[in-house]
């Protein structure tokens, strides 16, 4: 341990950031808020790489104490920050990703009129994430926690003037907020049983402890309430339903947020708890099947999507369920790795997906794309790289990293790893299906079609560009430039991994009390991991192959396929109806609860009808009483003479009975 | 020797009859009367117990009721006098300025 007083400068440099736009934005020339934006979260960068430039694995992890936050008794909670190998490569994933999108966004968002809300919010986010990477506690990673939900909610929301969009932030909100209940849970049972909340200190205590093999104890509990916390935020089964509404943000934001960081935040919190899960197997186990159920489930929506945006989406909550696969196995570094690599390949397709927006127009159905790779040469090649890498196509970054986390599952059960081949034929396929239908073919978009804001889409703040959208055009530079370099990352990125180097260089934050599992699984022997490999490149080309052949060389085959399939496809379509049963078991009875017994029940019959009553009741008895006062000189008299009749009569009856 | 309960009975007959002549009468110097009327009736039981148990403190107390009452006499005559100039009436029924 460490101190390193530079750690507290990174997250508060975009705050500062976010508090001069947000402040001060309104009067700001766009060029002065890009300004701020941009050196706030590139300056956080720049203090990321000089970090791990400092960075030595001898004097790891680094810490430093910034204040006192909670006192209480024995009990203490301060606002410190912590800096191992795992929080190294988030802090180096998120500021590096995120000043890409940064720049990004300055492109994307400058004919929008909440420019600079927008860029405030983004440097908003960057705080919160980098709270939450660089927590050496679970409370300031709470922090951090609420605080990118609420960063998400913000930017979902951000065009709120359409219901659509105010109504998906809602939800992002809600959802997560039951995953935060889970989380919550567990920190109290965690203080309950190890009074304290810090990263070494809890660790330390539940390093002795054995397994919870036999049955079920705190441990689990922990580990599982923890895992419903990660669900919501990393939108897994069931709390998913959140991601693909969120797309209603700008794309920006779905590449920020929603794909690179802020969603793996969940499999980067169990994987900082991977001490507890680790002695904890059931709740492991839950977390292995939990993501191999996901990344399933969500590939197989993707493949009849057609909204470009919503495809991506379902992706990312397939490559989520990867990660929690992989660290349900047990192969922590395996998941972080693909963590890192997916924020490369997927920030670098949602940019792209929002590059293809821009230059048609705001349209996002891909049935009225087509075509695009003569008009948008440079998004079609970036495309590509990271279809190519999220497909898992050596040598490209995904496949890398993919094949470990199939390897690694294979030595726990083959049932995982046959689970996730499947998933990576459905990826490689919904993948190129998309990069045919954009980029493949004619374009079937109506070109000089003046009325194209009627598509509802183009209400996405689009039609605001002052430029007229003619035949589909290439985006600037400004926007460009950072899909060049991630496709750059998306090519090499996986190198890093290459002879288990990345797993070297995180061994010593996984390995810390790591008795239980061991790493390494070599008896399955070469032989086997070449099988294997050689088995998830062939199933990735058959995607491919497969792909080419309904939606290039056939073109008119995928909608025989889907007549014939019928009631299967129309499933399919509508993401097999979860949206709906969750309004019918979840959403109405709730509304119908709180209005019936809540609202009109509690609220109106009985806290409204207290105070109405009582009011009603003083008022009733005053009206009476206010009959003795008539003014009348002889009514008056007439009181008198009762009150001293009552009185003379109770005097008389006291002296009798005494 | 009359006994006590006469004069207690006569006392409560003039009261009873102040009472009601209070209640009853329009007459603002009526009431007045009425008034005086239970005050007297009053003194009528006091003086009967101090002559009956032969002590003073009866009659003295009864010395102090008129004192009040003729220093009420003074004050009320002096109202209704100042009733009558503003109204030209002494129906009490017809002295409600303060009624709702």
Redesign the interface.
């Known amino acids: 341990m460490t101190p390193n007083p530079y750690l507290w400068l990174v997250p508060i440099l975009p705050l500062a950031g976010a508090a001069i736009n947000g402040f001060l934005g309104r009067r700001s020339s766009k060029k002065s808020i890009s300004a701020v934006a941009l050196v706030f979260c590139g300056a956080a960068f720049a203090m990321a790489l000089f970090l791990a430039a400092g960075f030595s694995s001898t004097q790891a992890p680094y810490y430093f104490d910034l204040a006192h936050w909670i006192r209480s008794g024995s009990f203490q909670v301060d606002f410190s920050f912590y800096l191992d190998q795992l929080s190294l490569v988030m802090l180096l994933v998120v500021t590096g990703v995120g000043f890409l999108i940064h720049i990004y966004s300055v492109g994307y968002m400058w004919d929008d009129d909440g420019y600079y809300r927008f860029m405030s919010y983004l440097n908003l986010f960057m705080f919160f994430m980098l709270t939450l990477v660089l927590a050496k506690n679970y409370l300031v990673m709470f922090i951090g926690w609420e605080g990118v939900g609420l960063a998400s909610y913000l930017l979902i929301g951000f065009w709120f003037t359409k219901d659509s969009a105010a109504a998906a932030g809602k939800k992002a909100f809600i959802v997560n907020r039951i995953g935060d209940f889970g989380f919550l849970i567990a920190l109290f049972l965690i203080i309950n049983h190890f009074h304290s909340l810090d990263f070494p200190t809890v660790f330390q205590a539940v390093a002795p402890l054995t397994s919870e093999t036999a049955g079920a104890g705190f441990l689990t509990a922990i580990g599982l309430l923890l895992m419903v916390g990660a669900a919501g935020k990393s939108a897994q089964i069931p709390l998913y339903v959140w991601l693909p509404d969120a797309m209603e943000g700008p794309t920006p934001v779905s590449a920020l947020i929603h794909a690179a960081t802020m969603v793996t935040a969940g499999v980067y919190m169990v994987a900082r708890s991977h001490v507890i899960f680790e002695r904890a197997p059931m709740a492991l186990t839950v977390v292995a099947i939990i993501g191999t159920l996901t990344a399933l489930f969500a590939a197989t929506i993707g493949i009849a999507q057609t909204d470009i945006k919503k495809v991506l989406a379902y992706s990312t909550v397939s490559q989520l369920g990867y990660m929690f696969m992989a660290c349900g196995v047990g192969a922590f570094s395996a998941g972080i790795f693909h963590l890192m690599t997916h924020a490369f390949f997927k920030g670098l397709l949602f940019l792209a997906a929002g590059s293809v927006i821009h230059g048609v127009g705001g349209e996002q159905d891909m049935r009225k794309m087509g075509g695009l790779r003569q008009y948008m040469p440079v998004t079609f090649v970036t495309m590509g790289i990271a279809t190519l890498a999220i497909a898992g196509i050596p040598p490209f970054a995904g496949f890398w990293s993919k094949d470990e986390i199939l390897w690694q599952a294979f030595g726990t059960s083959w049932v995982y790893w046959l689970i996730g081949v499947i998933t990576a034929f459905i990826t490689s396929f919904y993948m190129f299906r998309l990069m045919y239908m954009t980029f493949g073919g004619e374009y079937r978009g109506s070109a000089s079609d003046p009325g194209h804001s009627a598509h509802g889409h183009a209400a996405h703040g689009h039609d605001a560009h002052g430029h007229g959208h003619g035949d589909p055009h290439e985006s600037p530079w400004v926007m460009l430039g950072p899909l060049v370099i991630l496709a750059v990352l998306s090519v090499f990125g996986g190198f890093v991994g290459h002879g288990n180097r990345f797993e070297h260089f995180l061994a010593p934050v996984f390995q810390q009390g790591a008795n239980v599992i061991a790493q390494e699984t070599s008896d399955a022997g070469k032989s086997t991991e070449y099988l294997l490999m050689v088995i998830s490149i062939s199933v990735a080309g058959l995607g491919w192959l497969l792909a080419w052949l309904l939606y290039s060389r056939r073109p008119q085959l995928p909608a025989r396929i889907a007549a014939s399939l019928g009631g299967l496809y129309q499933a399919v379509v509508h993401k097999y109806y979860v949206d709906e049963i969750y309004a019918a078991v979840f959403v109405k009875p709730l509304i119908e609860g709180s209005t019936t017994i809540l609202w009109h029940g509690v609220d109106q019959d009985v806290i409204d009808a207290t105070v109405n009553n009582s009011a009603t009741a003083a008022r009733e008895v005053s009206d009476a009483a206010?009959q003795m006062?008539?003014?009348?000189?002889?009514s008056y008299?007439?009181w008198v003479?009762a009150g001293g009749a009552v009185v003379i009569a109770y005097m008389v009856w006291m002296g009798v009975t005494h | 020797m009359i006994p006590l309960s006469y004069y207690l009975v006569l006392s409560g007959i003039l009261f009873v009859c102040g009472v009601l002549g209070f209640l009853i009468k329009r007459n603002i110097i009526t009431i007045f009367m009425s008034i005086e009327l239970m005050l007297n009736g009053v003194n009528l039981s006091f003086v009967a117990f101090a002559a009956q148990w032969h002590a003073l403190s009866g009659q003295v107390f009864v010395f102090f009721v008129m004192v009040v009452a003729a220093a009420e006499a003074a004050v009320g005559l002096a109202i209704i006098i100042a009733v009558y100039r503003t109204r030209e009436t002494l129906n009490v029924d017809r002295v409600n300025l303060l009624k709702l």
């Open positions: 206010r006062q008539s003014g009348n000189l002889r008299a007439g003479a």
